[in-house]
Nanobody, 122 residues
Framework: VQLQASGGGLVQAGGSLRLTCAPFGRTFRGYAWFRQAPGKEREFVGAFDFVGSRIYYADSVKGRFTISRDNVKNALYLQMNSLKPEDTAVYYC??????????????????WGQGTQVTVSS
């Protein structure tokens, strides 16, 4: 399975973007979004777990970002609102079969998309 993340771009602070990860489906237990800013380590943003249909968010994005899915389009979305300059990063979608305790770790996912750049200007 080749994942593809799309929807990145340049936006002003306070603006919104919606990222798409496809294909999305029950091939894997979990799908996640990670991001990596220049000079920083990759960090967890959020995840969808088919077990219980649970959604997880990093504290840094709670209340601003929302994960949703479209089962018809086989897509997973990351709606990003109230964007801040510190949200600037390459965003990756990933899929795998993590156990619950590793939902937020990159080690839990074995399939990664190519990344999409999100730049938030101040």
């Amino acid at each position: 399975v080749q994942l593809q993340a799309s929807g990145g771009g340049l936006v002003q602070a306070g603006g919104s973007l919606r990222l798409t990860c496809a294909p999305f489906g029950r091939t894997f237990r979990g799908y996640a979004w990670f991001r990596q800013a220049p000079g920083k380590e990759r960090e967890f943003v959020g995840a969808f777990d088919f077990v219980g249909s649970r959604i997880y968010y990093a504290d840094s994005v709670k209340g601003r970002f929302t994960i949703s899915r479209d089962n018809v389009k086989n897509a997973l979305y990351l709606q990003m609102n109230s964007l801040k300059p510190e949200d600037t990063a390459v965003y990756y979608c990933a899929a795998g079969n993590p156990i619950t305790s590793s939902i937020s770790t990159s080690e839990g996912y074995r399939t990664w998309g190519q990344g999409t750049q999100v730049t938030v200007s101040s």
